[in-house]
Protein backbone atom coordinates (compact mmCIF):
# COMPACT_ATOMS: atom_id res chain seq x y z
CA UNK A 1 0.00 0.00 0.00
CA UNK A 2 1.48 3.37 -1.43
CA UNK A 3 0.25 6.32 1.07
CA UNK A 4 0.43 10.27 0.40
CA UNK A 5 -0.72 12.08 3.82
CA UNK A 6 -2.26 15.75 2.97
CA UNK A 7 -4.21 18.23 4.47
CA UNK A 8 -1.24 19.94 6.98
CA UNK A 9 -0.86 23.43 7.59
CA UNK A 10 -1.19 26.55 10.44
CA UNK A 11 -3.94 26.88 12.54
CA UNK A 12 -4.29 29.16 15.30
CA UNK A 13 -5.41 27.18 18.81
CA UNK A 14 -8.54 26.40 19.34
CA UNK A 15 -9.04 25.38 14.89
CA UNK A 16 -9.54 22.47 13.29
CA UNK A 17 -8.06 20.89 10.32
CA UNK A 18 -8.90 17.67 8.90
CA UNK A 19 -5.77 15.44 7.40
CA UNK A 20 -6.57 12.97 4.44
CA UNK A 21 -4.60 9.75 3.93
CA UNK A 22 -4.94 8.46 -0.28
CA UNK A 23 -4.09 4.82 -0.58
CA UNK A 24 -3.22 2.86 -3.91
CA UNK A 25 -2.87 -0.46 -4.07
CA UNK A 26 -5.64 -3.18 -3.48
CA UNK A 27 -5.84 -4.24 0.09
CA UNK A 28 -6.80 -1.34 1.12
CA UNK A 29 -10.02 -2.40 2.13
CA UNK A 30 -8.11 -5.36 4.58
CA UNK A 31 -5.44 -3.24 6.41
CA UNK A 32 -5.53 -1.47 9.95
CA UNK A 33 -4.53 2.21 9.46
CA UNK A 34 -3.43 4.75 11.80
CA UNK A 35 -2.00 8.41 12.49
CA UNK A 36 1.50 8.81 13.74
CA UNK A 37 2.96 12.30 14.23
CA UNK A 38 6.44 13.33 15.36
CA UNK A 39 7.08 16.67 16.57
CA UNK A 40 10.44 18.61 16.51
CA UNK A 41 13.10 16.95 18.94
CA UNK A 42 10.91 13.99 19.47
CA UNK A 43 10.25 10.49 18.66
CA UNK A 44 7.07 9.40 16.39
CA UNK A 45 4.17 8.76 18.47
CA UNK A 46 0.63 7.02 18.42
CA UNK A 47 -2.07 8.92 17.60
CA UNK A 48 -4.99 7.08 16.41
CA UNK A 49 -6.07 3.64 14.59
CA UNK A 50 -8.90 2.34 12.95
CA UNK A 51 -9.41 -1.05 11.98
CA UNK A 52 -9.69 -2.21 8.26
CA UNK A 53 -13.88 -2.29 8.23
CA UNK A 54 -14.03 0.93 9.87
CA UNK A 55 -15.83 -0.11 12.88
CA UNK A 56 -12.96 0.23 15.80
CA UNK A 57 -11.30 2.87 16.48
CA UNK A 58 -8.77 3.24 19.11
CA UNK A 59 -7.09 7.11 20.16
CA UNK A 60 -4.05 8.21 22.52
CA UNK A 61 -5.21 10.36 25.12
CA UNK A 62 -3.59 13.50 24.32
CA UNK A 63 -6.18 13.77 21.36
CA UNK A 64 -9.21 11.90 23.00
CA UNK A 65 -12.66 13.82 22.36
CA UNK A 66 -10.78 16.27 19.94
CA UNK A 67 -9.52 13.86 17.18
CA UNK A 68 -11.87 11.94 14.71
CA UNK A 69 -10.45 9.45 12.60
CA UNK A 70 -12.53 7.54 9.55
CA UNK A 71 -11.96 5.85 6.56
CA UNK A 72 -13.81 5.55 2.87
CA UNK A 73 -12.79 1.97 1.78
CA UNK A 74 -14.65 2.62 -1.57
CA UNK A 75 -12.13 5.87 -2.43
CA UNK A 76 -9.50 4.07 -0.95
CA UNK A 77 -8.99 7.15 1.79
CA UNK A 78 -7.99 7.86 5.85
CA UNK A 79 -8.96 10.76 7.42
CA UNK A 80 -8.27 12.53 10.08
CA UNK A 81 -10.41 15.59 12.02
CA UNK A 82 -8.97 17.29 14.36
CA UNK A 83 -10.82 20.13 16.46
CA UNK A 84 -9.68 22.54 19.35
CA UNK A 85 -5.99 22.32 18.32
CA UNK A 86 -3.34 22.91 20.72
CA UNK A 87 0.30 24.28 20.07
CA UNK A 88 1.59 20.20 21.61
CA UNK A 89 -0.09 19.05 18.12
CA UNK A 90 2.28 20.83 16.09
CA UNK A 91 4.11 18.04 14.08
CA UNK A 92 4.27 16.14 11.23
CA UNK A 93 1.12 13.57 10.49
CA UNK A 94 1.79 10.07 9.12
CA UNK A 95 -0.82 7.59 8.19
CA UNK A 96 0.79 4.14 8.07
CA UNK A 97 -0.60 0.26 8.07
CA UNK A 98 -0.65 -0.50 11.85
CA UNK A 99 -1.45 -3.85 13.53
CA UNK A 100 -1.66 -4.78 17.22
CA UNK A 101 1.50 -6.27 18.40
CA UNK A 102 2.52 -6.61 22.05
CA UNK A 103 -0.34 -4.84 23.61
CA UNK A 104 -0.08 -1.90 21.25
CA UNK A 105 -0.61 -0.17 17.86
CA UNK A 106 2.67 -0.55 15.71
CA UNK A 107 3.49 0.33 12.11
CA UNK A 108 3.20 -2.91 10.29
CA UNK A 109 6.11 -2.29 7.91
CA UNK A 110 9.18 0.12 7.59
CA UNK A 111 7.25 2.22 5.19
CA UNK A 112 5.93 5.73 6.22
CA UNK A 113 5.21 7.65 3.39
CA UNK A 114 5.57 11.14 2.93
CA UNK A 115 3.90 13.06 6.15
CA UNK A 116 1.88 16.52 6.34
CA UNK A 117 3.12 19.22 8.51
CA UNK A 118 0.47 20.71 10.93
CA UNK A 119 1.25 23.97 12.95
CA UNK A 120 -0.73 25.28 15.60
CA UNK A 121 0.05 28.56 16.61
CA UNK A 122 -0.69 29.79 20.07
Known amino acids: VQLQACGGGLVQAGGSLRLSCAAS????????MGWFRQAPGKEREFVVS????????YYADSVKGRFTISRDNAKNIVYLQMNSLKPEDTAVYYC????????????????WGQGTQVTVSS
Open 50 to 57: IDWSGRST
Open 25 to 32: GRTFSSVN
Open 96 to 111: VVVNWIGGRWRPANDY
